[in-house]
């Protein structure tokens, strides 16, 4: 995979390593009942349970090596040193959508620690993108999949 540095919290490096942890023993041990179990049907060629069971244990094990690669990977920031001059990973955006009149909140995390329902936002997503590097006052055009829209940053905090 990659050798990019993953920028965390420390909480959301926590939830990562429990995530890892729970794959690498419940999970898997719950995978090797499965797989046991459809072996004791008998004819493994027409087997659905074994071919499911065998399909979800590869589907675990790159959840796996995609977990371990980012946790290796991560650096944990110290949220007190975030700069708030301009938008940087761990910023927290209040911004006003021109178009709509509407104000959302944002804050700008690491793809793994990302959750719409939060309000955190990839800093690899367009709007995350589009953000990064302006300041309070910017108005910035972005392209969703919607079409574009355009934001005025009116508060950078962290």
Request: overall charge neutral; glycine content about 6%.
């Amino acid at each position: 995979m990659s050798d990019k540095p993953v920028y965390l919290t420390a909480e959301g490096l926590q939830r990562l390593k429990d995530e890892l942890q729970e794959a690498r023993t419940a999970e898997r041990k719950k995978i090797v009942a499965a797989i046991a179990e459809a072996r004791a049907q008998g004819d493994l060629s027409e087997n659905a349970e074994y071919d499911a069971a065998k399909d979800a244990q590869g589907h675990l094990e790159a959840r796996i090596a995609k977990l371990e690669t980012t946790v290796g990977n991560a650096r944990v920031i110290d949220e007190s040193s975030v700069d708030n001059s301009s938008v940087r990973i761990l910023s927290k955006v209040r911004v006003m959508n021109r178009k709509v009149k509407k104000e959302s909140h944002y804050t700008i995390v690491a793809a793994a620690e990302a959750s719409f329902e939060q309000g955190k936002i990839s800093v690899d997503s367009p709007i995350g993108r589009g953000l990064l590097g302006k300041a309070v006052g910017d108005t910035v055009e972005i392209k969703v999949p919607a079409g574009k829209i355009k934001l005025e940053i009116l508060e950078i905090s962290r």
